[in-house]
Each structure stands twice: as C-alpha cells, then as structure tokens.
Nanobody, 127 residues
Framework: QVQLVESGGGLVQPGDSLRLSCAAS????????MGWFRQAPEKEREFVAA????????SYVDPVNGPFTISRDNAKNTVYLQMDRLKPEDTAVYYC????????????????????WGQGTQVTVSS
C-alpha cells in the first residue's frame, strides 16, 4: 500500500514557475515508477510526465517537454514536477501516481498502468 500526498500548487501568472512535490508513504518507494497527470475542468485526466524507478528514464507529453522536468529523490520518498514558463492552458488539478514496476527502467504513460493516486493539487495560471 502506498499513500501519495501532493503539494506545491497555487495561483501564478503566465511565465511563472512552480514545483510540485509528491510525498509517498512506505519503505518501497523505489519499487515504483512514478507519474504526473492533470485534469482540467470538463476534460479527461491526461498524462504529463513519468519517471522510472531509477530516475534515469523520463517521458513527457509533447506540450510540456522542455518547460517541465520530473525528478525523484528515493531517499526522501518524493517525486517532483518542476514547471517553468507556465501557460494558462496548464491550469488543472495535478495528480501524482505510482505504478509497481518490475524493472528499474520501466515507465508508464497510461492511467490504467498506475496502482495508487494522490488527491491532487490545483494549479491555476492566470493574469
């Protein structure tokens, strides 16, 4: 069982930066590939970024590839999403998720691949 708690969301202006954090409970954090998803009002939840157990392999959805950076600190049981050059279209509730991964290099970008979800943190980009 893994519990995930996101933090770091807020209201920012276009062009600003935010860093989201996701703290995981338990001693097996390094056994999970991690991902970030987001859900805008009246839209489906979508993949944003993923990172392997080792932290070496990363994947991003095209619109955020460059401005966003996913990372993890296995010693702190935490995954991060650094978001730079934010745009109004980045406004959404951001969720982190954990997927049990047998291989250190495996990553996942589908909702159904993930076993555990956080409660979400709101990010609003508006002038």
């Amino acid at each position: 069982q893994v519990q995930l708690v996101e933090s770091g969301g807020g209201l920012v202006q276009p062009g600003d930066s935010l860093r989201l954090s996701c703290a995981a409970s338990g001693r097996t954090f390094s056994s999970y590939a991690m991902g970030w998803f987001r859900q805008a009002p009246e839209k489906e939840r979508e993949f944003v970024a993923a990172i392997s157990r080792s932290g070496i392999i990363k994947s991003y959805v095209d619109p955020v590839n460059g401005p966003f950076t996913i990372s993890r600190d296995n010693a702190k049981n935490t995954v991060y999403l650094q978001m730079d050059r934010l745009k109004p279209e980045d406004t959404a509730v951001y969720y982190c998720a954990a997927a049990a991964a047998a291989f250190a290099s495996r990553i996942y970008n589908r909702l159904n691949d993930y076993d555990y979800w956080g409660q979400g943190t709101q990010v609003t980009v508006s002038s």
